[in-house]
């Protein structure tokens, strides 16, 4: 994310309602009726800026990996974000509301995963195929069963339905993302089988003195 600071207007209008007061009402034809007619307009400019600072707006940039499958299963996984963002917005329940952040930000996790991890892509692309579809087909049908706004036994079975299914995705979401860190975990495991030989090799380890 890039943050950009747009700076008020505000500031620019202030001096320039300054000048037109200044020459309605006092003179300016010497050189010291300039000089205070500039100093007004810097205090005017000063003030006016701390009052109306402007607006921050974040950016989020493209990322690109360098890779072109890599960055197409990233733009899959950032319009599956948004299609759930979406969604939960015209969620009214707050239990499932929840639900789907959680999913949301599960599955923000597990792309961001393929920047740092190129060899989890063949993973991440199975998620990004099976999973993540059927998961925003059932958010898409209890949003447009809770657009209905009828109690009828079907609808709302169905909705209780996939309210319960939510709970077993996120626990499936968690286990996927759990398992990205596989490859990383066997490597750490190696570098403190390798410390471990050094410190005994030198004898360093605890099991020495």
């Given at each position: 994310m890039?943050?950009?600071?747009k700076?008020?207007?505000?500031?620019i209008?202030g001096i320039?309602?300054?000048?037109?007061?200044y020459?309605?009402?006092?003179?300016?034809?010497?050189?010291f009726?300039f000089?205070?007619?500039a100093?007004?307009c810097v205090?005017?400019?000063?003030?006016?800026?701390k009052v109306?600072?402007?607006?921050v707006?974040?950016i989020?940039?493209?990322?690109?990996?360098g890779?072109?499958d890599?960055d197409?299963?990233?733009?899959?996984?950032?319009?599956?974000v948004s299609?759930m963002?979406r969604i939960?917005?015209s969620?009214?329940?707050?239990s499932?509301?929840?639900?789907v952040?959680?999913?949301i930000?599960?599955?923000d996790k597990?792309?961001?995963?393929?920047?740092?991890?190129p060899?989890d892509?063949?993973?991440?692309?199975r998620?990004?195929?099976?999973?993540?579809?059927?998961?925003?087909k059932?958010?898409?049908?209890y949003?447009?069963?809770g657009?209905?706004?009828?109690?009828?036994?079907?609808?709302?079975?169905?909705k209780?339905r996939?309210n319960?299914?939510?709970?077993?995705?996120?626990t499936?979401?968690?286990?996927?993302y759990?398992a990205?860190f596989a490859?990383q975990?066997l490597?750490?495991e190696t570098?403190i089988i390798?410390l471990e030989n050094?410190l005994?090799k030198?004898?360093?380890s605890?099991?020495d003195f």
């Amino acid at each position: 994310m890039r943050e950009v600071r747009k700076k008020s207007p505000i500031p620019i209008y202030g001096i320039a309602a300054v000048c037109l007061i200044y020459c309605l009402f006092f003179p300016l034809y010497r050189l010291f009726h300039f000089i205070i007619l500039a100093v007004l307009c810097v205090a005017a400019y000063f003030i006016l800026s701390k009052v109306f600072p402007g607006t921050v707006e974040y950016i989020e940039e493209p990322v690109s990996t360098g890779i072109p499958d890599h960055d197409a299963l990233l733009e899959e996984g950032k319009t599956a974000v948004s299609e759930m963002k979406r969604i939960k917005d015209s969620i009214a329940d707050t239990s499932v509301k929840a639900k789907v952040d959680r999913l949301i930000e599960l599955t923000d996790k597990i792309f961001a995963d393929l920047k740092d991890d190129p060899n989890d892509y063949k993973m991440i692309k199975r998620f990004s195929n099976y999973f993540l579809p059927t998961t925003i087909k059932l958010l898409n049908a209890y949003d447009r069963m809770g657009e209905i706004n009828v109690n009828g036994e079907n609808i709302n079975a169905t909705k209780q339905r996939i309210n319960e299914i939510l709970d077993t995705t996120i626990t499936a979401y968690e286990k996927q993302y759990d398992a990205l860190f596989a490859n990383q975990a066997l490597d750490i495991e190696t570098d403190i089988i390798v410390l471990e030989n050094m410190l005994k090799k030198e004898g360093l380890s605890s099991s020495d003195f």
